[in-house]
Structure formats: structure tokens, C-alpha cells
């Protein structure tokens, strides 16, 4: 394995991580806010 | 601070700075990191595994800070009984423990082409690792409480006895000279050339954004959870 390869599997490991984190941060905020959102309506 | 412990006010607060956080993060870290990829030279020792650098100590710095964060929301909640600091505690564990993760993942891919191994149980490395176990133990601690319908108070303790870690972590390497090189960034300035350090500050700034963005969008989810539990609990009284 060359030293470039070490390099992108790095930063590699840290795009899925960071996206990851974020998608599933943002995922739970808009099912919460929506559920929160659709009790809060008067029916 | 003490005025964002509303959680009516902190909502406020928390949607644009969410959208700021986000945006501006998602620049600072790609220019950072095209920077390192592209525009730095390898280094004259390590060759092309200096890269590694720009995402391994932005990790590291936010792997100990998130603990930080976790250390005053638990001060602040045991002190003050603030509405919002278990809240900001549960928020902050999932970031940190991703980050402390990808130090020890991102560290070890650099050590094998540099140290010629993966793992070591050297100072540094270990007591980050524990720093990751601490991460998993708090969240199910306060994930455990928060299902019992308590305040989090064992969450808190357990929050503020990690804390110990930290400096355990920063000195580990002036108090075991093993495998870990020591600090190369300090007060005094920094053992990195120029022509490398540059792109550091804006992924270390960049990732620091996009971890308070995870954090500020898990607290409004939990703060919206919150309310739809208030609401049944009201509506079935």
C-alpha cells in the first residue's frame, strides 16, 4: 500500500463519520419538530 | 449563557445558528482540507502521511472538547439545575464519542505507515481510547435515566468524574515518553512549519462548527421530544 492510499482511507473514515453524525443529527431534529409540530395543531 | 437556559429562547437562538454553523463549517473544512490534499507539500520525514494531520487533530481537539462540553453541562446542571444542561449533556455525547472514534481511527492509519504498527497501548492512545469507552458509558447511563423519567443527576456525576481523563489525555505525553510525539502546537507557538500548519486552523475551526451544529440540532430534536411527551402526558390526564 503506497502512503496516498493510508491518506484517503483516513480521510475517508472522517467523511463518514462527520456525515454521518450530521445526517442522523438531522434526521432526528425534523422527525421530533414534526411530530411536535403535527401534536401542537388544533384539530 | 445563563439567558439561553430558556428553552423558548434557546429555539430562538439555536435555527439560525444551526444554518450558520453548518454553512460555514462545511466551507472552513472543505478549504481546509483541499489545502492539505492539494497545496501543502509532503513532509521531508513523513512524506505524504502529514495529510492525515489536518483531520486527526480537529478529531482530537473535539473528542477532548466534547467531554469538556459534558463536564460543564453537568456542573451546570448539578449547581443550577438549569432546564437545558442535561439536555446540552446527552447532545454533546454522540458528537464526542464520533470524534474521540475517528482520532483513534484516523491516529492509527497514520501510525502504521509512520510507527510501522496500527495500535500501542502508549499513554496517549490508551487514555483516548478510555476517553471513547467514558463517551459509550455516559450514553447509556443518561440514555438509562432519561427512560426512568430522572433528571439525570448520575448522568451528570458520571459527566463530571470523566472530566478527570482530560488532563490525563493533554499530559500523557510529557508524563509517559513512549510512541506518541509530544505536543508539536503550544502557547509558545508551533513546531510545524508554516508551509504545512496553515490549513490546520481551518479544518480544526470547520469540524468545531459542524460538531456545534450536531450538537444544537440533537438538542432541539430532544427539546421537541420533550414537548410531544408533555402533550400526551397532559392530553391523557
Given at each position: 500500500m503506497t502512503q496516498s492510499t493510508f491518506v484517503l482511507a483516513a480521510y475517508a473514515v472522517m467523511f463518514v463519520a462527520t456525515a454521518g453524525l450530521l445526517a442522523w443529527a438531522f434526521a432526528t431534529m425534523r422527525t421530533a419538530e414534526a411530530a411536535a409540530d403535527a401534536i401542537k395543531r388544533p384539530e | 449563557m445563563h439567558r439561553l437556559a430558556n428553552p423558548a429562547r434557546f429555539i430562538r437562538f439555536a435555527q439560525p445558528a444551526t444554518r450558520w454553523a453548518l454553512v460555514f463549517g462545511a466551507l472552513l473544512t472543505s478549504v481546509g482540507i483541499f489545502g492539505g490534499l492539494f497545496i501543502t507539500p509532503p513532509d521531508?520525514?513523513?512524506?505524504?502521511?502529514?495529510?492525515i494531520l489536518y483531520i486527526h487533530v480537529p478529531a482530537a481537539w473535539l473528542g477532548m472538547a466534547g467531554w469538556g462540553g459534558i463536564a460543564a453541562a453537568s456542573f451546570s446542571q448539578i449547581?443550577?439545575?438549569?432546564?437545558l444542561s442535561a439536555i446540552a449533556g446527552r447532545a454533546t455525547a454522540p458528537a464526542g464519542a464520533t470524534f474521540a472514534a475517528a482520532c483513534l481511527v484516523t491516529g492509527s492509519i497514520w501510525g502504521?505507515?509512520?510507527?510501522?504498527?496500527?495500535?500501542?497501548?502508549?499513554g496517549r492512545l490508551t487514555s483516548m481510547l478510555i476517553l471513547f469507552f467514558l463517551y459509550l458509558g455516559y450514553i447509556a447511563l443518561a440514555a438509562a435515566e432519561k427512560e426512568r423519567g430522572g433528571e439525570g443527576r448520575m448522568a451528570a456525576i458520571f459527566g463530571l468524574a470523566g472530566a478527570i481523563n482530560l488532563p490525563v489525555i493533554h499530559y500523557s505525553v510529557l508524563w509517559w515518553r513512549t510512541l506518541h510525539q509530544g505536543q508539536s502546537i503550544g502557547l509558545n507557538g508551533s513546531s510545524i512549519d508554516p508551509s504545512l500548519l496553515w490549513p490546520l486552523p481551518l479544518t480544526t475551526l470547520g469540524f468545531s462548527l459542524l460538531f456545534t451544529a450536531a450538537i444544537l440540532m440533537r438538542m432541539r430534536a430532544e427539546l421537541a421530544e420533550q414537548r410531544v411527551e408533555a402533550r400526551l402526558r397532559r392530553a391523557a390526564t
Open positions: - | 521531508y520525514l513523513q512524506g505524504e502521511t502529514v495529510r449547581v443550577w439545575r438549569h432546564p502504521r505507515p509512520t510507527w510501522g504498527t496500527w495500535w500501542q497501548w502508549d
